[in-house]
């Protein structure tokens, strides 16, 4: 038996070659669909195991291009994955072409007794009939042994999509940790592509800072000084999640919310606004607590400014996160930077956006650290 493996990652194919070979199989390799499509010119091997996501030539397109060839369209063809499985990508991959999808690791002796099999039924398709009409006997026989393949098969298929689910809500759950559900369901939506999935966008930003908290710190006990963080960052969360946006970084003692994506929100103004509000009254209410219990009050400093920014994912296939990038971000963080202990100060554009039922207070041209101009400032009452 010959394989051919595709796949851009040499540890992958480095597994799978002593695997195969330990079965006796011989091993052409290629590292994207391009050079799998030239070592196809010189060599055919019985089966073609390939990856997706790969440079050059990615798997469906490599998969569509070998079954337009007369010479190879009835060679068998297994896509086999990183990429989570679901019911879109299993019907892209048949539509392209592909006999199998199967998702990394499974176990080899699975991978393998797939390949054979797909191998047989390939071979016995093309085998010609044999000479004389079947009795009756013997056609209800073969028909019986086609169901009970087809049974086995749809069992194994039903069985290996019960198991990705289960991985799925696994690496839901885990996920939802690290990441809000809006940026959760936004990564697991573009599962081949979301690190170098952004847009412009204009919507509205929230900085956070615990005022004085580096000298609270220092004269804390550690286990004291975490606890309190802790505390500050449930009532930032419930604030900013009531108001529909997602609590996007935390920043040592400070933090990073996001109005306006990745689901838009046309009030993004106005709600990140309230969730200023609701948490400036929160805040009070734990510092009266604090100062009853012989403890510090802690007070944030709250800076809000919108405008268009680049939001999205932002870094590498190896590592990237989703955030804001732009001039109106980095003005908010100025503005937070000189917001006095429970202040809440807002930019030019945020200010013009908000309607009369909130109630403001012009705090004059102001002169931020790093921007060229002063900058109109205004403080929500």
């Known amino acids: 038996m010959k394989l051919l493996i595709v796949d851009d990652s040499g540890t992958n194919r480095e597994i799978l070659r002593r695997n195969l070979r330990g079965e006796g199989v011989e091993v052409l390799e290629a590292e994207d669909g391009l050079a799998a499509l030239e070592t196809l010119k010189t060599s055919k091997p019985d089966a073609i195991v390939s990856d997706i996501l790969m440079p050059n030539l990615d798997g469906y397109s490599f998969c569509r291009a070998v079954r337009g060839d ?24 048949a539509r392209c072409g592909a006999d199998k999808y199967m998702q990394k690791p499974a176990p080899f002796p699975e991978l393998f007794a797939a390949i054979r099999g797909l191998i047989g039924e390939k071979t016995a398709a093309r085998r010609p009939a044999e000479p004389g009409p079947p009795s009756e006997e013997d056609v209800l026989k073969q028909y019986s042994q086609v169901l009970i393949r087809k049974l086995e098969k749809k069992n194994l298929e039903l069985q290996q999509r019960g198991d990705a689910l289960q991985r799925l809500g696994r690496l839901r759950d885990t996920f939802g940790y690290f990441a809000t559900p ?17 847009e412009r966008r204009t919507l509205t930003v929230l900085f956070a800072d615990i005022r004085e908290f580096t000298p609270f710190m220092e004269a ?97 296939r190896a590592r990237t996160e989703y955030t804001v990038i732009g001039h109106p971000v980095n003005l908010s963080a100025r503005i937070e930077q000189i917001a006095e202990p ?40």
């Open 70 to 93: 007369p010479a190879l369209k009835d060679l068998p063809f297994v896509i086999y994955t990183s990429t989570y499985i679901s019911p879109e990508d299993e019907t892209l991959a």
């Open 182 to 198: 809006e940026v959760a369901d936004f990564v697991l939506s573009h599962p081949l592509d979301y690190w170098k999935r952004s």
């Open 220 to 316: 804390s006990p550690p286990e004291e000084a975490v606890a309190a963080l802790t505390e500050v960052f449930e009532f930032v969360d419930e604030a900013v999640r009531l108001e529909g946006g997602i609590l996007n970084k935390f920043l040592g003692d400070g933090i990073l919310a996001i109005f306006g994506a990745p689901l838009p929100n046309r009030e993004h103004a106005a709600a990140a606004a309230r969730a200023a509000l609701r948490l400036r009254a929160s805040m009070e209410t734990l510092s009266g607590i604090r100062e009853q219990a012989g403890l510090k009050p802690l007070r944030l400093g709250i800076g809000i400014n919108t405008g268009e920014v680049i939001a999205g994912c932002i870094g590498t």
């Open 342 to 381: 429970g202040r809440i100060l807002l930019g030019p554009a945020t200010a013009e956006l908000l309607g009369p039922g909130f109630k403001l207070e012009s705090r004059g041209a102001t002169n931020l650290k790093g921007v060229a101009e002063p900058v109109e400032l205004w403080e929500l009452l």
